[in-house]
């Protein structure tokens, strides 16, 4: 029989006792006495600001997703920023949101509150992307904004996305702060909320524009008259907001030969035709594919609901569709975006790129041959857009990219932007085929000169308050006993991104991590191969991160070079586990 958890029981008292409205407080005492799994989930704990703000599935509860819960966390991170911008004449925020159940209830309401506390609030009247609102945030010259999304996961869940004003996502010491203030409304009678739309200025779609012309600035094809940009493109916004901006986009780029699946252009929160609206998995993009086959086109688009990230589906040497993994598409990015910037003589010695921890060593390859720097940040967009600030009038940001499938180039977003990275893939199709070459064939190209890296992802899901507990002690347990081979080969460095120390075992020498304080774990195998763990900072899972590298030449068999890879990840995970 399970039991009522403390902490439950004393947070579902706070709302009991407060100013909230009685049919939710009869819904509290229903859901306590007739389910007490899941009067525990939803109380043991308050949702916080992680490394992408709040996510959680909707329902009642400190730890859900609800106006409660969206309204006195508004209330203090206003508070927050009051106190931050002490003496400013107007604080102004903006506020966007996707096409999830909830999504526009949640950001009026973040609007009300905002507007009640005197702020000058922007809220876009229809659902916008992701990249729009951090672009906002700037273009308006708000001191901060507010993104309603849950991303990728399933329809269950939704999520609040706070921006500062750099357009970036909050980072440390701003994130911390918030959660402190946040904490501090214990009451709702604390929460200031008007009724009317006094003082919030809707944004239409004529805010569209402003974007479309400053993204057309990243193009690097524009002057080349002999691109085809006839190429067929088959695209799929998988419910989202994508389903308007990003055919817009493309044709703003010339790219006219767009074909939008036609089920999943239908913006819906229930996400009818998939399970979960990640273009990482291939499920969700089946009826992508099936028209990508149909069409015969030459690549597959695809979006998240928020269109902040981005999936890329190419045709290998056989004419199979061949869906890239993140590090994949990072890679090609990079490489395009540093050889056309030489070629056309914009690389002046001062440029640089981002990626984090987890993501492909490719990546810094590639970018040491064209002697630009290449930083290192924590796992989360956030922390690119961090260092976009920091080297702002110092050095150039060519652009960025994490292995969960974002990317950003330019720095006129500070977040993951899969509007732009759609048209800038589409020009390096066609510049490929410029020389005669596909994608797939560039790729091979970057691997025979830089070696094969081949990249997995192992995400273990444990909800709810058990779940957590098991989580923590998985990472307990690798921290206090880790491994000393995988696979048959030595570890030669560990890196506690928690403990801010990087140990090397050969030399017997530790160092200090500079980096801020995160919980990850890092194993460094002697023969360049990779392995990553950190819980997730927005969903109930656990992730591994494996990769390993290989030379590779043209005259080898890529197949088997790939199944030889898959291979040796697999012992890896074998040894980790047992």
């Known amino acids: 029989m399970v039991e009522l958890d403390n902490n439950a029981i004393l947070n579902s008292e706070k709302w009991l006792n407060s100013s909230i409205d009685e049919n939710t407080k009869q819904e509290i005492l229903k859901l306590k006495s007739e389910n007490v799994q899941e009067f525990n989930d939803a109380f043991y704990k308050t949702l916080s600001f992680g490394t992408g703000g709040l996510r959680g599935i909707m329902g009642i509860g400190t730890n859900r997703m609800n106006?409660?819960?969206?309204?006195?966390?508004?209330?203090?991170?206003?508070?927050?920023?009051?106190?931050?911008?002490?003496?400013?004449?107007?604080?102004?925020?903006?506020?966007?949101?996707?096409?999830?159940?909830?999504?526009?209830?949640?950001?009026?309401?973040?609007?009300?509150?905002?507007?009640?506390?005197?702020f000058k609030v922007f809220l876009f009247e229809n659902m916008h992307p992701t990249p729009l609102l951090s672009f906002a945030v700037r273009q308006l010259k708000c001191q901060a904004g507010v993104m309603i999304t849950a991303s990728h996961n399933p329809k269950e869940y939704n999520g609040y996305k706070a921006y500062w004003e750099d357009g970036g996502?909050?980072?440390?010491?701003?994130?911390?702060?918030?959660?402190?203030?946040?904490?501090?409304?214990?009451?709702?009678?604390?929460?200031?909320?008007?009724?009317?739309?006094?003082?919030?200025?809707?944004?239409?779609?004529?805010?569209?524009?402003?974007?479309?012309?400053?993204?057309?600035?990243?193009?690097?094809?524009?002057?080349?008259?002999?691109?085809?940009?006839?190429?067929?493109?088959?695209?799929?916004?998988?419910?989202?907001?994508?389903?308007?901006?990003?055919?817009?986009?493309?044709?703003?780029?010339?790219?006219?030969?767009?074909?939008?699946?036609?089920?999943?252009?239908?913006?819906?929160?229930?996400?009818?035709?998939?399970?979960?609206?990640?273009?990482?998995?291939?499920?969700?993009?089946?009826?992508?594919?099936?028209?990508?086959?149909?069409?015969?086109?030459?690549?597959?688009?695809?979006?998240?609901?928020?269109?902040?990230?981005?999936?890329?589906?190419?045709?290998?040497?056989?004419?199979?569709?061949?869906?890239?993994?993140?590090?994949?598409?990072?890679?090609?990015?990079?490489?395009?975006?540093?050889?056309r910037n030489k070629e056309l003589g914009k690389l002046e010695g001062n440029e640089f790129i981002v990626k984090t921890i987890v993501t492909s060593e490719l990546i810094k390859k590639v970018a040491d041959t064209f002697n630009v720097k290449c930083y290192d940040v924590l796992t989360g967009f956030k922390w690119i857009a961090d260092k976009i600030l920091e080297k702002e009038g110092k050095e150039t940001f060519i652009g960025g990219g994490e292995e969960s499938y974002g990317y950003m180039i330019g720095d006129k977003v500070r977040d993951k932007d899969s509007i732009s990275t759609c048209c800038v893939l589409a020009q390096m199709v066609s510049w490929a085929k410029l020389q005669g070459k596909t994608l797939y064939d560039i790729l091979l190209d970057i691997y025979s000169q830089f070696g094969y890296y081949h990249e997995?992802?192992?995400?273990?899901?444990?909800?709810?308050?058990?779940?957590?507990?098991?989580?923590?002690?998985?990472?307990?347990?690798?921290?206090?006993?880790?491994?000393?081979?995988?696979?048959?080969?030595?570890?030669?460095?560990?890196?506690?991104?928690?403990?801010?120390?990087?140990?090397?075992?050969d030399k017997n020498e530790e160092s200090?991590?500079?980096?801020?304080?995160?919980?990850?774990?890092?194993?460094?195998?002697?023969?360049?191969?990779?392995?990553?763990?950190?819980?997730?900072?927005?969903?109930?899972?656990?992730?591994?991160?494996?990769?390993?590298?290989q030379p590779y030449s043209k005259d080898k068999d890529f197949n088997a070079l790939v199944e030889q890879s898959v291979e040796k990840i697999e012992k890896i995970k074998e040894d980790l586990f047992k």
Request: glycine fraction near 6%; charge should be negative.
């Open 67 to 118: 106006n409660i819960v969206v309204a006195m966390s508004t209330q203090g991170f206003a508070n927050y920023i009051k106190e931050q911008h002490k003496g400013l004449e107007e604080i102004k925020t903006v506020i966007s949101f996707d096409s999830r159940n909830n999504s526009k209830d949640f950001a009026t309401i973040t609007a009300k509150v905002f507007a009640a506390n005197g």
């Open 169 to 339: 996502q909050l980072v440390y010491p701003h994130d911390e702060n918030v959660i402190e203030k946040v904490n501090e409304i214990t009451d709702f009678s604390q929460v200031k909320i008007q009724q009317d739309m006094n003082n919030i200025t809707l944004v239409d779609d004529s805010f569209d524009e402003i974007y479309f012309r400053e993204i057309k600035n990243i193009a690097l094809e524009e002057e080349n008259a002999k691109l085809d940009k006839n190429i067929k493109i088959v695209y799929t916004p998988l419910h989202g907001t994508g389903y308007k901006i990003v055919p817009e986009a493309l044709k703003r780029f010339g790219y006219t030969n767009v074909i939008c699946e036609p089920q999943q252009s239908i913006p819906d929160g229930n996400f009818p035709t998939t399970v979960s609206p990640n273009p990482e998995e291939r499920d969700a993009l089946k009826l992508g594919l099936d028209l990508m086959e149909k069409e015969n086109a030459d690549i597959l688009l695809a979006t998240d609901p928020d269109a902040d990230r981005e999936a890329l589906t190419i045709r290998d040497k056989d004419g199979k569709p061949m869906l890239l993994n993140g590090n994949q598409t990072a890679t090609l990015l990079t490489y395009y975006l540093l050889l």
């Open 456 to 505: 997995s992802l192992l995400s273990v899901t444990r909800k709810g308050k058990t779940g957590a507990e098991e989580i923590q002690k998985m990472m307990d347990g690798f921290r206090s006993n880790p491994p000393k081979t995988l696979a048959g080969l030595r570890i030669c460095m560990i890196k506690d991104y928690l403990l801010h120390i990087s140990k090397d075992l």
């Open 512 to 549: 200090e991590i500079t980096l801020p304080t995160s919980n990850v774990l890092q194993f460094f195998l002697e023969d360049g191969s990779k392995v990553s763990v950190r819980p997730s900072g927005t969903e109930p899972k656990i992730k591994f991160y494996f990769g390993v590298c």
